[in-house]
């Protein structure tokens, strides 16, 4: 004889249906798009696309002016800079030959001054000249004077002298006489006669440098 563990038993429980006890979710069912709203989207992408082709194509062009203004301003710019040095070098020239005029002025503004000191009155072309001093020289068988021609900052390959007779404030003839080449800072000393003993006074009215 079985015997049976002591203690309540609890009854077999009866199956149940498992399809009513698990929760169950209804697919989702797809979206789908009227025939009209989809050709309204397809346009607009259409037009966005064209309208991105169209930005592109005048970014394209915007870029390329803008490139050739660039071009133009710089070729401009350049010109401008050297016009500008073109300027600086031409005034520099001038500034440079100012300068160099004012030291051949001043030079011979203190030559002037030099030979004035010593009795030289200015003859042109750095030349200059003197009557001599009576006790410098003696007169044969003419009236006569002496003068003294001086170079200073040039030289000559002949002097010419010529000096015009005075008698009353009145020119009644000239003499004349002439030297052999002077080199710089050298002196000729030439004689002027009145052979006709017609003049009182000599003024000189020449001295040129050959």
């Given at each position: ?23 169950i ?17 397809l ?26 203004h660039a ?15 073109v300027i ?13 005029a004012?030291r ?24 200059y000249y003197r ?36 008698r ?6 000239f ?36």
């Amino acid at each position: 004889m079985d015997e049976s563990p002591a203690g309540p038993v609890e009854p077999a429980r009866e199956n149940s249906e498992v399809n009513a006890a698990v929760p169950i979710k209804t697919k989702r069912q797809r979206r789908r798009m009227p025939g009209k709203a989809f050709g309204f989207t397809l346009a607009a992408a259409l037009i966005l696309l064209l309208g991105s082709g169209g930005y592109l194509a005048w970014s394209y062009q915007n870029h390329a002016e803008i490139v050739d203004h660039a071009t133009v301003v710089k070729a401009v710019f350049d010109a401008e800079v050297e016009a500008d040095a073109v300027i600086a070098a031409q005034a520099k020239a001038v500034a440079a030959a100012a300068a160099a005029a004012a030291r051949v002025a001043k030079a011979a503004a203190d030559e002037a001054a030099t030979m004035a000191l010593a009795g030289y009155s200015p003859a042109g072309d750095g030349m200059y000249y003197r009557f001599a001093e009576d006790s410098e020289f003696t007169c044969g068988y003419y009236d006569c004077n002496v003068v003294v021609v001086s170079t200073a900052s040039t030289t000559c390959t002949g002097v010419y002298l010529e000096a015009n007779l005075i008698r009353n404030d009145v020119v009644v003839g000239f003499v004349n006489d002439t030297a052999g080449s002077l080199g710089k800072y050298s002196v000729a000393v030439m004689t002027l006669e009145d052979y006709q003993d017609t003049g009182g006074a000599f003024r000189i009215t020449k001295v040129n440098c050959y």
